[in-house]
């Protein structure tokens, strides 16, 4: 059995655990807990900690497993250790939350420092009638012309399809580059 | 119990804090990265700093502050021989060339100025060696630390967004495609900007300008926020092999693998 590996990532909230519900044949593993702090219960009531864990199975030789991290800063000691491997990786961002754009900037950061695969940035809650621009998050997020940066919405499995498939387009381009 | 441990783990505003409520005496030593410092405390209140090679000498602080010239300085070290700092004042007091306020003024300004460099240090062993005094002979200062402690938690804040901002100095900086025209750049950025280039990675544009994590993170994000370079991955890095990335090598089989992968996740 062959297994590959993409990492979802993004600031706390950003919508990675349902993003990889939406796609993973099996329930998401995840090792989520009840926030304590005041100011992020306001926005979700538990948060993942250390993983989600999703599965998608191409054949019987062949398996794509998808890792969430954890969105709070203070659990970035895994990402380095999830990010070990990957094909590649997605940086979600809430499209609604422009208060996190600076964290989602400066994930997006590490994980390029980590390791030289290639990466799409999804812009999550993009049905929110709140929701920025395509954009106005590009500028945010001052990423250059070239990075994918895809509407999303978590829920929709079309569109989290959309995002798995760009980056798997990436991947294949850059084998193709000979990089 | 010894006071020792990293600055890692904690931090020097709050090993002041600490000797300022415990009304120390003794001499804070940190072994950075690539220099030691020794800063002395009396009775809660800094007395004596230096770092490096700096001796922390009357002459050579009053050289720096451009109290007296080169000549006179290195007149002083060639002849003043086993001369205390104490003596030294007086006889520049006594001959008109600085006021005791100068020598005051000038130690307290360079002894601040050493605790604060010690601010943007991230990494160092430290150890307090409760019977370790000022070099004898070097002139004592009795400064607060209240201050000194406010200014390090605003440094170490603001080196905290800017670590968000730049979290690795081991990405390149490149000049961006359409980069805006009319910037003024100061001396300091000019500096940097000259190094720009794919193969240099910010901690060695740092190395080539002396110049340490919280500066070299100042300057980058003024130039990224002018819209004039972005971060890259340096060019020509040594990219790990990552054998876990493909359960194969063969480059054919690992094209076929995606493809296989594209065509599960279109069929759902």
């Keep these: 059995m062959q297994t590959v590996k993409m990492v979802v990532t993004g600031p706390f909230s950003a919508g990675k655990t349902q993003f990889i519900q939406s796609v993973s044949e099996i329930d998401v593993v995840s090792t989520e807990r009840k926030i304590s702090s005041e100011e992020e219960r306001s926005v979700k009531s538990s948060t993942t900690v250390a993983m989600d864990f999703g599965r998608i199975t191409v054949d019987e030789d062949l398996v794509l497993y998808l890792f969430g991290t954890p969105g709070q800063k203070r659990f970035d000691f895994m990402w380095e250790i999830l990010s070990e491997g990957m094909l590649g990786f997605i940086v979600m961002v809430d499209s609604t939350r422009p208060e996190t754009f600076r964290e989602a900037r400066s994930i997006l950061e590490t994980f390029r420092a980590y390791a030289p695969t290639p990466f799409v940035v999804a812009a999550n809650k993009q049905d929110a009638e709140d929701a920025w621009e395509l954009e106005d998050v590009r500028h945010a997020l001052r990423l250059d012309s070239k990075t994918k940066l895809l509407p999303c919405v978590a829920i929709d499995r079309n569109t989290v399809k959309t995002v798995l498939l760009e980056l798997l387009y990436s991947i294949l381009k850059e084998m193709d580059s000979g990089k | ?268």
């Design chain 2, 1 to 268: 119990m010894a006071l020792r441990g990293n600055l890692r783990d904690i931090t020097m505003t709050q090993l002041l804090n600490l000797v300022h409520l415990a009304s120390k005496t003794g001499t804070l030593v940190v072994d950075g990265v690539s220099e030691q410092a020794y800063i002395s405390f009396r009775d809660g209140k800094l007395a004596y700093a230096r770092v490096g090679k700096d001796d922390g000498s009357l002459a050579s602080v009053l050289h720096k502050a451009n109290k007296i010239s080169a000549n006179q300085y290195r007149a002083i070290v060639d002849r003043a021989g086993q001369m205390t700092d104490k003596e030294l004042g007086l006889i520049l007091i006594n001959a008109g060339y600085v006021s005791q306020e100068d020598i005051l003024l000038n130690l307290q300004g360079y002894f601040t100025d050493v605790v604060r460099r010690l601010f943007s240090w991230v990494e160092g062993i430290f150890r307090f060696e409760s019977e370790m005094l000022p070099p004898e002979g070097r002139i004592n200062v009795r400064l607060d630390l209240e201050n000194i402690i406010m200014e390090g938690s605003r440094q170490l804040r603001e080196l905290e967004q800017l670590q968000d901002e730049i979290p690795s100095l081991d990405m390149a900086l490149v000049f961006t495609n359409r980069p805006r025209t009319n910037v003024n750049l100061s001396v300091e950025e000019w500096k940097v900007v000259k190094f720009v280039d794919p193969k240099n990675t910010m901690r060695q544009i740092a190395g080539a300008n002396k110049l340490n994590d919280l500066e070299i993170r100042k300057i980058v994000y003024g130039l990224l926020q002018a819209g004039l370079v972005e971060m890259a991955r340096p060019a020509g890095a040594i990219v790990q092999p990552n054998p876990k990335q493909f359960p194969t090598k063969n480059k054919e089989e690992q094209k076929s693998l995606i493809n296989k992968l594209i065509g599960r996740i279109r069929s759902m």
